[in-house]
């Protein structure tokens, strides 16, 4: 009996000349292909005159086809993990049979392919040296909260994922949780109608309320910058001594001396008295 194995395999997310080559391969010699939507990837099969046999693999029913698909595995099968578009297991089903395979030493492979989050990133113009993927934000209180007290003070720019009616009202949130931050709103990527928003988030909000929405989205929204984190530093000493101030600055990692400086400079003193003022602490 042959080897059994998994392959998580990328689909395009909208052209399906984006479909690699080694990804055909895949779903050519796959025994079974296991689909979020079976109908969606029967387009796509068409697409490449391949007929396999289909089988639903989604979010309901994540946990129990896993483990089917385990078994087929372990009968000498070769499965093909696709999704509607991008690459399972990043905000769509896979992620759970990766799981398994590691807890029961089964063989799987993961297809490198399409996915929205560097297209959009790299579209965006914003910092892509460190970023965050976020996913789409959620719809309960409790946990919109915790996303933002987790992100506020992120200077890495962030992606999110976010479907046409709820467009504007994340708008209108990361603008108010986060300030008006730059942004880049990316609509129908690789798509006939592929459109790239990018400003302010209040300008992009206005364009989108006179535009009207259609298709999918993705969101770069640049981190907290220096500037940002600078003039809230200012504000933290207005209410202190010169003593505190100096205190402050020295515990978040400047010396005695460079301390001395900045309480100088940010408070329009001459040095020499901040200097008298710290010759007193001990720190």
């Given at each position: 009996?042959?080897?059994?194995?998994?392959?998580?395999?990328?689909?395009?997310?909208?052209?399906l000349k984006d479909m690699t080559l080694r990804g055909l391969e895949v779903l050519q010699n796959a025994d079974i292909i296991a689909a979020e939507d079976t109908r969606q990837t029967l387009k796509l099969?068409?697409?490449?005159?391949?007929?396999?046999?289909?089988?639903?693999?989604?979010?309901?029913?994540?946990?129990?086809?896993?483990?089917?698909?385990?078994?087929?595995?372990?009968?000498?099968?070769?499965?093909?993990?696709?999704?509607?578009?991008?690459?399972?297991?990043?905000?769509?089903?896979?992620?759970?049979?990766?799981?398994?395979?590691?807890?029961?030493?089964?063989?799987?492979?993961?297809?490198?392919?399409?996915?929205?989050?560097?297209?959009?990133?790299?579209?965006?113009?914003?910092?892509?040296?460190?970023?965050?993927?976020?996913?789409?934000?959620?719809?309960?209180?409790?946990?919109?909260?915790?996303?933002?007290?987790?992100?506020?003070?992120?200077?890495?720019?962030?992606?999110?994922?976010?479907?046409?009616?709820?467009?504007?009202?994340?708008?209108?949130?990361?603008?108010?949780?986060?300030?008006?931050?730059?942004?880049?709103?990316?609509?129908?990527?690789?798509?006939?109608?592929?459109?790239?928003?990018?400003?302010?988030?209040?300008?992009?909000?206005?364009?989108?309320?006179?535009?009207?929405?259609?298709?999918?989205?993705?969101?770069?929204?640049?981190?907290?910058?220096?500037?940002?984190?600078?003039?809230?530093?200012?504000?933290?000493?207005?209410?202190?001594?010169?003593?505190?101030?100096?205190?402050?600055?020295?515990?978040?990692?400047?010396?005695?001396?460079?301390?001395?400086?900045?309480?100088?400079?940010?408070?329009?003193?001459?040095?020499?008295?901040?200097?008298?003022?710290?010759?007193?602490?001990?720190?």
């Amino acid at each position: 009996m042959s080897e059994g194995k998994v392959f998580l395999v990328p689909t395009p997310i909208g052209n399906l000349k984006d479909m690699t080559l080694r990804g055909l391969e895949v779903l050519q010699n796959a025994d079974i292909i296991a689909a979020e939507d079976t109908r969606q990837t029967l387009k796509l099969l068409n697409h490449f005159s391949i007929r396999k046999t289909l089988i639903s693999y989604h979010k309901h029913n994540e946990q129990t086809k896993s483990e089917e698909i385990l078994d087929y595995v372990e009968k000498g099968k070769v499965i093909a993990i696709v999704t509607d578009a991008g690459t399972p297991g990043i905000s769509d089903p896979g992620a759970v049979i990766v799981e398994k395979c590691i807890e029961n030493n089964i063989n799987f492979e993961v297809l490198p392919g399409a996915t929205a989050i560097t297209t959009a990133l790299v579209y965006s113009g914003l910092d892509t040296t460190k970023f965050q993927f976020r996913g789409f934000i959620s719809r309960e209180t409790k946990e919109r909260k915790k996303l933002f007290q987790d992100i506020r003070e992120v200077t890495e720019s962030l992606i999110f994922y976010e479907s046409p009616h709820r467009l504007l009202s994340t708008l209108s949130l990361l603008c108010e949780e986060l300030g008006n931050r730059r942004i880049a709103v990316c609509r129908e990527l690789t798509k006939l109608h592929e459109e790239i928003k990018r400003g302010r988030i209040k300008e992009v909000i206005e364009y989108f309320s006179e535009k009207g929405i259609k298709g999918e989205f993705v969101l770069v929204v640049e981190g907290k910058q220096q500037e940002e984190i600078e003039n809230e530093n200012k504000e933290k000493w207005r209410d202190l001594t010169i003593e505190e101030h100096i205190i402050l600055l020295v515990k978040e990692g400047l010396s005695k001396k460079e301390a001395v400086k900045k309480v100088a400079k940010d408070r329009s003193l001459e040095r020499n008295i901040v200097y008298k003022v710290s010759t007193e602490l001990e720190i």
